[in-house]
């Protein structure tokens, strides 16, 4: 029977335990460290009898790893969706408290284009206005890159509708397909496009509102003028030319001449009271500022026989109506003075953009001129200067007007587009 070492069974024992101890030792580290959040942590005990061990643990590391990245994942994803609501409604309530300060279409639709396309991922954004005839006008246009081509099967239609009316739309063109959007972002521009196409529905019927009651009082004070000065007018007419029955046999020479310039001033007044109830009754065409001064020179010219050339540097330019009426009046009531006073051969007028970015109309002709010093006179004198003052006052504009005697007149109406 072999003889049993004991001082190399101690060192044995003694070495397994340190073995043991350093492994002990190793687990309560990564222990530790899976306790404060390194789940990378792993074991390397270099111990052959723990090696099943080892592995089990290391497994387990494993397991809690893939557990705390999968937490962290769902965790973005519930900081996204909550970043995402918490913009979209910020989004909402600014589009609504906006809309209840201005009902102005140029402002508020190319003002949101920013948010679709950044809701979207898209690399153009276009938004359009469409007319009552179905006509779209590009309002605005954001481009990351200009090398970017518009593809219709990569675009997503925004509707700015109300039921079946179409006011405008936004056009999101990507660079993936439209179905990688997600559900939450097709509902929310959904409903921004639906909130967006009920203004601008308001703001049409708000338009037709104001155009009716303009339309009701131009009639009502035609109606006026026909119930009484033009009646009146028409009865002195009348009463003239039996007067001039009644003197056929008076011989007085300046009789019959005092006789015929009354008869003509009357005729005259009489014209122009019914061109003025003619211009209320028809009301001004707007949308274009350009093809109704035309119509208004056109007039002119057959009126007065007076050739009147006209440029217009403003071709693409949109005014609102309030300053499109505004500008027409005032070229009319120019007109009509030129025609009764200037004895001009010719007349220009020209509309253009300054390099301030305000616009103006400038008319000019070679008539006579008057002494521009400050007019003054009885109440009702000069009323058609006050009026095309408060023309250029009521768009927020400036009227002035330059004369010397034998130099003609100059009127500038300056103003911006509103």
């Given at each position: 029977?072999?003889?049993?070492?004991?001082?190399?069974?101690?060192?044995?024992?003694?070495?397994?335990?340190?073995?043991?101890?350093?492994?002990?030792?190793?687990?309560?580290?990564?222990?530790?460290?899976?306790?404060?959040?390194?789940?990378?942590?792993?074991?390397?005990?270099?111990?052959?009898?723990?090696?099943?061990?080892?592995?089990?643990?290391?497994?387990?590391?494993?397991?809690?790893?893939?557990?705390?990245?999968?937490?962290?994942?769902?965790?973005?994803?519930?900081?996204?969706?909550?970043?995402?609501?918490?913009?979209?409604?910020?989004?909402?309530?600014?589009?609504?408290?906006?809309?209840?300060?201005?009902?102005?279409?140029?402002?508020?639709?190319?003002?949101?284009?920013?948010?679709?396309?950044?809701?979207?991922?898209?690399?153009?954004?276009?938004?359009?206005?469409?007319?009552?005839?179905?006509?779209?006008?590009?309002?605005?246009?954001?481009?990351?890159?200009?090398?970017?081509?518009?593809?219709?099967?990569?675009?997503?239609?925004?509707?700015?509708?109300?039921?079946?009316?179409?006011?405008?739309?936004?056009?999101?063109?990507?660079?993936?397909?439209?179905?990688?959007?997600?559900?939450?972002?097709?509902?929310?521009?959904?409903?921004?496009?639906?909130?967006?196409?009920?203004?601008?529905?308001?703001?049409?019927?708000?338009?037709?509102?104001?155009?009716?009651?303009?339309?009701?009082?131009?009639?009502?004070?035609?109606?006026?003028?026909?119930?009484?000065?033009?009646?009146?007018?028409?009865?002195?007419?009348?009463?003239?030319?039996?007067?001039?029955?009644?003197?056929?046999?008076?011989?007085?020479?300046?009789?019959?001449?005092?006789?015929?310039?009354?008869?003509?001033?009357?005729?005259?007044?009489?014209?122009?009271?019914?061109?003025?109830?003619?211009?209320?009754?028809?009301?001004?065409?707007?949308?274009?500022?350009?093809?109704?001064?035309?119509?208004?020179?056109?007039?002119?010219?057959?009126?007065?026989?007076?050739?009147?050339?006209?440029?217009?540097?403003?071709?693409?330019?949109?005014?609102?109506?309030?300053?499109?009426?505004?500008?027409?009046?005032?070229?009319?009531?120019?007109?009509?003075?030129?025609?009764?006073?200037?004895?001009?051969?010719?007349?220009?007028?020209?509309?253009?953009?300054?390099?301030?970015?305000?616009?103006?109309?400038?008319?000019?002709?070679?008539?006579?001129?008057?002494?521009?010093?400050?007019?003054?006179?009885?109440?009702?004198?000069?009323?058609?200067?006050s009026v095309m003052e408060e023309r250029a006052a009521q768009i927020g504009g400036e009227f002035s007007i330059e004369s010397e005697k034998g130099e003609g007149t100059r009127i500038v109406l300056t103003f911006a587009a509103t």
């Amino acid at each position: 029977m072999p003889t049993i070492d004991r001082k190399t069974m101690n060192s044995e024992f003694q070495q397994s335990d340190v073995r043991l101890e350093n492994a002990l030792q190793q687990i309560t580290d990564w222990a530790s460290r899976i306790r404060q959040g390194d789940f990378s942590a792993r074991l390397e005990l270099n111990n052959a009898q723990l090696t099943s061990t080892e592995e089990d643990i290391n497994r387990l590391a494993e397991w809690l790893q893939s557990l705390a990245l999968e937490s962290q994942e769902q965790l973005q994803h519930h900081e996204q969706l909550i970043q995402s609501q918490s913009d979209s409604l910020r989004l909402v309530y600014d589009i609504t408290s906006s809309l209840n300060k201005t009902l102005d279409a140029k402002a508020f639709i190319p003002r949101y284009l920013a948010s679709f396309k950044e809701i979207s991922g898209a690399q153009i954004a276009d938004a359009y206005l469409h007319d009552t005839y179905g006509n779209e006008r590009l309002l605005s246009s954001l481009e990351d890159d200009g090398h970017f081509v518009r593809q219709d099967e990569n675009c997503m239609v925004v509707p700015l509708s109300v039921k079946d009316k179409l006011y405008g739309e936004y056009r999101l063109y990507m660079d993936q397909p439209i179905i990688s959007l997600s559900a939450s972002s097709r509902a929310l521009m959904s409903n921004i496009g639906l909130n967006l196409g009920m203004a601008l529905e308001k703001q049409v019927q708000e338009q037709d509102s104001n155009m009716l009651g303009r339309m009701a009082e131009r009639t009502a004070f035609a109606h006026e003028l026909h119930d009484s000065m033009a009646q009146t007018l028409a009865s002195l007419r009348y009463q003239v030319r039996i007067l001039d029955d009644v003197l056929q046999d008076v011989t007085e020479p300046r009789i019959w001449a005092q006789m015929e310039t009354v008869e003509k001033l009357v005729d005259l007044a009489h014209q122009e009271l019914r061109s003025l109830i003619g211009q209320f009754r028809a009301p001004i065409e707007v949308g274009n500022l350009s093809g109704g001064l035309k119509k208004v020179l056109a007039r002119f010219r057959t009126e007065s026989g007076i050739p009147v050339f006209f440029q217009n540097q403003c071709e693409d330019t949109e005014f609102s109506e309030e300053t499109q009426i505004a500008i027409i009046r005032v070229a009319q009531e120019s007109l009509k003075n030129i025609c009764k006073h200037s004895k001009a051969e010719t007349v220009r007028i020209l509309l253009r953009r300054r390099s301030n970015g305000q616009f103006m109309m400038l008319i000019e002709d070679d008539g006579v001129g008057f002494d521009n010093t400050p007019l003054r006179g009885h109440a009702g004198e000069h009323i058609g200067l006050s009026v095309m003052e408060e023309r250029a006052a009521q768009i927020g504009g400036e009227f002035s007007i330059e004369s010397e005697k034998g130099e003609g007149t100059r009127i500038v109406l300056t103003f911006a587009a509103t």
